[in-house]
């Protein structure tokens, strides 16, 4: 491992848990407790710097759950605040969801939104969104939870907080344009330009971890140039990302419904830089989901031609 993906000192990571109501705040605290972190939820700010220095010299990864519900609660205030506790490698992590599913989880639950106890859960989520914008754009990483299942975030916050790392967590997603491109990826690459196997009769059932369309978008013009300048590209920023401080980084590969061209190239992008000494996760977004015709491109080709 070169210096420039090591981090020096190793103090205690101290971890602002924070954004929607309703994203995930409380699996997150519940699973970073799991593996070990010191958590307290909704613990007003006034007492966070005593939270910290009250640890009797325990050495604990430490997470705090705050939102707009929280005493004291100012979105603004609560980077600089974070930041001047000195013993502890601070970060913040914003949970997020779309709208539309935020109200499905509070409809689903029955509980009220606790900035619209007397209003739709659409009005406080527009007022909270409004109040934690600050936090949004200073946070270390956003996390999208609108399309993980409880499990899948758990498996997330493994890779992110399950222990010290020398390099940036990696994650490699795949995701169809046609259900919405990649919310919080910091890396978009389009695959488009490459003939769909949706519209290829014996490949359209498959997908893109299977061997047929692996072989058949390999064939295509344009293929492996491409891949090689990304994975040039991306061994080059990942380690520049880490030693700037950066400690996720997201790569999203696109195509029309997310199941073939996408996913080929998320599986061969990891392999490729696990053979380069990193260490990616792979997520799928779009993988599950039923082939379909009316979201698919036509084809401008002649199926089957290479």
């Known amino acids: ?11 205690p990571r101290l971890l602002l848990v924070t954004g929607m109501s309703g994203a995930g705040k409380s699996t997150v605290l519940d699973a970073l407790e799991d593996m070990g972190w010191d958590c307290v939820h ?10 910290v220095h009250g640890q009797g010299g325990r050495k604990a990864n430490l997470a705090v759950g705050m939102d707009a519900r929280s005493r004291g ?34 409809d689903e639950t029955r509980r009220r939104h606790p900035l619209a106890t007397d209003r739709p859960a659409e009005d406080g989520i527009a007022r909270e969104r409004n109040l934690t914008s600050a936090l949004r754009l200073a946070a270390d990483s956003v996390l999208d939870t609108t399309d993980l299942k409880p499990s899948e975030l758990r498996d997330e916050l493994r890779r992110r907080y399950g ?13 169809g344009f046609a259900r919405g491109i990649s919310r919080t990826a910091d890396l ?4 488009r330009f490459v003939p769909n196997p949706h519209w290829i009769e ?34 080059d920023l990942i ?29 061969e992008m990891a ?30 080709f002649e199926p089957g031609a290479r």
């Not at 502890?88 to 992590?93: C, K």
């Open 163 to 175: 222990g010290d790392r020398d390099e940036p967590v990696v994650t490699i997603t795949s995701f």
């Open 239 to 267: 380690p520049r990302y880490w030693a700037g401080g950066k400690s996720y980084v997201a790569v999203a590969f696109g195509c029309t419904g997310g199941r073939h061209r996408s996913v080929a190239a998320a599986e």
């Open 73 to 106: 609660f100012d979105a603004g205030a609560i980077p600089e605040l974070l930041h001047s506790i000195e013993g502890v490698r601070p970060e913040i992590l914003y949970l997020d969801a779309s709208g539309a599913e935020l109200i499905r989880r509070y």
């Open 42 to 51: 909704n613990l007003p700010t006034a007492l966070l710097r005593d939270f």
């Open 188 to 191: 978009v690459f389009d695959l």
């Open 202 to 235: 014996n490949l359209r059932p498959l997908t893109g971890q299977d061997a047929p369309v692996q072989a058949f978008v390999r064939t295509q013009a344009g293929w492996k140039e491409t891949l090689d300048r990304i994975e040039e590209l991306l061994c």
């Open 271 to 300: 392999s490729r830089l696990r053979a380069r000494g990193f260490s990616p996760n792979i997520r799928h977004r779009d993988l599950t989901l039923k082939p379909s015709d009316s979201i698919e491109e036509h084809p401008v």
């Open 1 to 11: 491992m070169s210096s420039a993906r090591r981090q020096p000192a190793r103090l």
